[in-house]
């Protein structure tokens, strides 16, 4: 009877053992559930300026069901999705208006922004409007801020990300190639549209930089708009808009889903 109430108070305690580990086990196992839920942030680029089907409750920010987060998240069906990217978002406004729903269940996080601290609009009106020479000039001042000022911007931008999301993927998404060389088009001189092409990839090379040191992935989008730039016959570029200046030099909603949403979701 003894030996019988010994083993039976050893099993006992080992399955006590076992419950209490089973539920550690649990509580460690939810601890470490990957976050899954995606915020998409920056620009006009990731909020779908020009692509159309804008969200009435977007406003000016003009974030469009036709944006690759958008179409991402619709095809993916993250935990969460939260869409701040606003049209003509600078670096500041990353950092002040759109970081809000980042958090430790964060999964992944989508990022397009430079541009405009560098002057993107200011450097497509000159081009349009003044001479070669003045385009030039005026890229070359962009391509001074990109070296001087826009990193220690960017780097800010990153490093809030990555301390409101510990656990996110990040992929920062560049900028397309504008226009196709050595053919016969309508608006700006082949100098002019080589200058802007030119301008694109140094900032894109910029980003590229400031996100591998962060440890961030860049998703590269040139290859995929190979072939659809301005002047290709097959834009998925709107041109000079003048009904819809906003809209000009920006994705089209084919753009978005053939050039950006498959660079964005390699990437990620």
Known sequence: MRHSRITSYMISLLLAAGIALTGAASAQASQLAAPTGYVALGDSYSSGVGAGSYIGSSGDCKRSTKAYPYLWAAAHSPSSFNFTACSGARTGDVLANQL??????????SISVGGNDAGFADVMTTCVLQSDSSCVARINTAR????????????????AISSRAPAAHVVVLG????????????GLSEAKRSA?????????SALAKRAADHGFTFGDVKSAFTGHEICSGSSWLHSLNLLSIGESYHPTAAGQSGGYLPAFTSAA
């Not at 809000?100 to 996080?109: F, I, K, W």
């Not at 504008?178 to 309508?186: D, E, H, T, V």
Request: include cysteine; proline fraction near 6%.
């Open 100 to 109: 809000a729903p980042l958090s430790s269940s964060t999964g992944l996080v």
């Open 196 to 204: 802007i092409n030119s301008a694109s990839e140094y900032l894109n």
């Open 175 to 186: 900028y397309p190639r504008f226009y196709k060389l050595g053919q016969a088009c309508l």
């Open 144 to 159: 001074a801020y990109v070296d001087s000022t826009l990193p220690g911007q960017l780097d800010t931008v990153y490093s």
